[in-house]
């Protein structure tokens, strides 16, 4: 019996499902497993789809989860109203601008705030749901704005001496004709509302919102519009230094706050699995058994393999200061995306994680979750809304809030 168990091995490790089963293994051995520290209530995980809204879905999940915190009550906030105004306005602007102010998809936390500020909201269920008047089940703004773009661009840079008055009503009858009409009034658990009597309604102060920074390009401690062309309000953010702003986020966590996050996820490090990692790229070379000449030569699909396989492995870069205003001013930390901080963990190494509600609906290994680090966040940060009670009291007093 003893002479056939080396046998039976050989059997079963030669054997395709035994082989299979050790490399599934292998292959998994770096997979994150989370242990959560900290995790704040949000509302449920929601699909942009084939929309460049990511800033008016994270900003009213921010702002669910900011009224579930202040009232305990859970609302679902129409992302098209938001839309509906906010393209209008853009478009104003681009018009008065002579088409020298971009026109396109993207915004920030800041449009959503001044929109409700000025509008107010209503709930999702006031508005045709997202993608509806085009006979799809989630927004799809590709033919959307391959009209209205043009149009708006032909307003714009008219060569006539002066325009019409029909332009903002033709452009109005496009914006209801995809996103549906913004309503004057509505119903809502059996009480009438307009939209700023709804906004008024749900427990919190707009007024208690700011946005928060950090580049040396201005002075610390004083507000400046971050200049990327979806902020094209030009709304002001309270500039301080990297290490206060990511103490910032902390202390919001600590004291049952989330953050509206806006960042750059365009990097290596951002995976589609749901992960935020600030590879360390040399140092990951040689873990992946690539040398420098072998790393140059690899697609960047096969670098990215590479890198994902490494997982809690992954060596990372420590943030700066002077790095993050290196790659701003050379257009490699950008305005990609907007998401909702909600949460912290850890990993089975230790390493924290900050946990991030996307907009891409239940997609990647924690079903619309992200888990981004602490490094990443630092290096990656573009701007971020909070409530200013967050704040740790002596950053405010620096600030004058």
Known sequence: MRKLI???????????????????????????????????????IKNQNRSGTCWAYSTLSFFESEILKATGKTYDLCEMFIANHDYMERAELT?????????????????????????????????????????????????????????????????????????????????????????????????????????????IDWNDYVSITSYTHHPFYTSFPVEV?????????????????????????????????GGDVSEEGFTRQGLGILYDTKKAQSLTGSDQARWLKLQPAEKRNLLESLGVAAPEMTPSQEQRQKEFDNWELTDDHGMHIYGLAKDQNGREYYMVKNSWGETGDYKGIWYMTKAFVAAKTMDFMINKKAIPADIRQKLGI
């Open 95 to 203: 018009v008065r601008m002579h088409g020298d102010s971009q026109f396109a998809q993207g915004g920030s936390a800041g449009d959503v705030l001044i929109t409700i500020k000025n509008h107010g909201i209503c709930p999702e269920d006031a508005m045709p749901l997202p993608g509806t008047m085009t006979g799809d089940s989630l927004a799809n703004f590709n033919e959307f704005f391959d009209v209205m773009s043009p149009y708006v661009d032909a307003v714009a840079k008219s060569k006539a001496k002066t325009i019409s008055s029909q332009w903002k009503p033709a452009l109005q009858g496009i914006l209801d004709a995809y996103l549906g009409k913004v309503p004057e009034k509505f119903k809502y658990e059996g009480v009438e509302y307009t939209p700023k009597t709804f906004a008024a309604s749900l427990g």
């Open 229 to 261: 062309q979806d902020n094209w309000r030009w709304d002001h953010s309270y500039n301080v230094p990297m290490d206060e702003m990511m103490r910032i986020i902390d202390n919001a966590l600590d004291n049952g706050y989330t953050v509206a996050w």
């Open 6 to 44: 080396p046998i039976l091995l050989a059997v079963l490790v030669a054997s395709p499902t035994f082989a299979a089963k050790k490399k599934q293994k292998d292959e998994n051995s770096n997979k994150p497993v989370f242990t959560v520290v900290k995790q704040l209530p949000i509302t449920s």
